[in-house]
T-cell receptor, first 111, second 117 residues
Framework: EAQVTQNPRYLITVTGKKLTVTCSQN?????MSWYRQDPGLGLRQIYY???????DKGDVPEGYKVSRKEKRNFPLILESPSPNQTSLYFC??????????FGPGTRLLVL | AQSVTQLDSHVSVSEGTPVLLRCNYS??????LFWYVQHPNKGLQLLLK??????LVKGINGFEAEFKKSETSFHLTKPSAHMSDAAEYFC???????????????FGTGTRLQVFP
């Protein structure tokens, strides 16, 4: 089954404690993205990657890092989380037909 | 730069009545347009997409949308609402990155659809 998986699905942490949210896709897609969803703001792109070792900033990259060492994986790293990064995060991968496939989301609370 | 505006943050309808969710876009190029649906505590699911073929696009679950270039609109409709349609809907425009021919999605702020019995 074609899918995008994210882990963890729910996470509560404290300010400054580094965390990583993993994302994996099994569709051999080159393009992957991370979004955050906040009430009234829709989804905003954090980072994207066009292929292995090729990443670039989206609209709201501050406080985040990503890496793309393998085609299937695109982890999101928060080196020093802050309360304003409390949000719902989605990973997505894009097929050749421009359709984006979204993961189930990771709900993060930073205290 | 491309942008998308969803004109209603909330829409309420009775079951069995028509649904209209409005979306306007701005684009310097021929855009690709999408509607995604998000049910409570779920990820996003593609409803339908327009990519410069037929202007009337049919999607899943009886939804359809019409691309109107003169009005820069891509409104989502359904003839008869069902209780299971209650969800949040996002209108999305695709922004071409040009050189790498990959597309960034610009999301609207969402419309929450409520369906009453």
């Amino acid at each position: 089954e074609a899918q995008v998986t994210q882990n963890p699905r729910y996470l509560i942490t404290v300010t400054g404690k580094k965390l990583t949210v993993t994302c994996s896709q099994n569709m051999n897609h080159e393009y992957m993205s991370w979004y955050r969803q906040d009430p009234g703001l829709g989804l905003r792109q954090i980072y994207y990657s066009m292929n292995v070792e090729v990443t670039d900033k989206g609209d709201v990259p501050e406080g985040y890092k990503v890496s793309r060492k393998e085609k299937r994986n695109f982890p999101l790293i928060l080196e020093s989380p802050s309360p304003n990064q409390t949000s719902l995060y989605f990973c997505a991968s894009t097929g050749g037909d421009e359709t984006q496939y979204f993961g189930p989301g990771t709900r993060l609370l930073v205290l | 730069a491309q942008s998308v505006t969803q004109l209603d943050s909330h829409v309420s309808v009775s079951e069995g009545t028509p649904v209209l969710l409005r979306c306007n876009y701005s684009s310097s190029y021929s855009p690709s347009l999408f509607w995604y649906v998000q049910h409570p505590n779920k990820g996003l699911q593609l409803l339908l997409k327009y990519t410069s073929a037929a202007t009337l696009v049919k999607g899943i679950n009886g939804f359809e949308a019409e691309f109107k270039k003169s009005e820069t609109s891509f409104h989502l409709t359904k003839p008869s609402a069902h209780m299971s349609d209650a969800a949040e809907y996002f209108c999305v425009v695709s922004e071409s990155k040009g050189l790498y021919n990959t597309d960034k999605l610009i999301f609207g702020t969402g419309t929450r659809l409520q369906v009453f019995p």
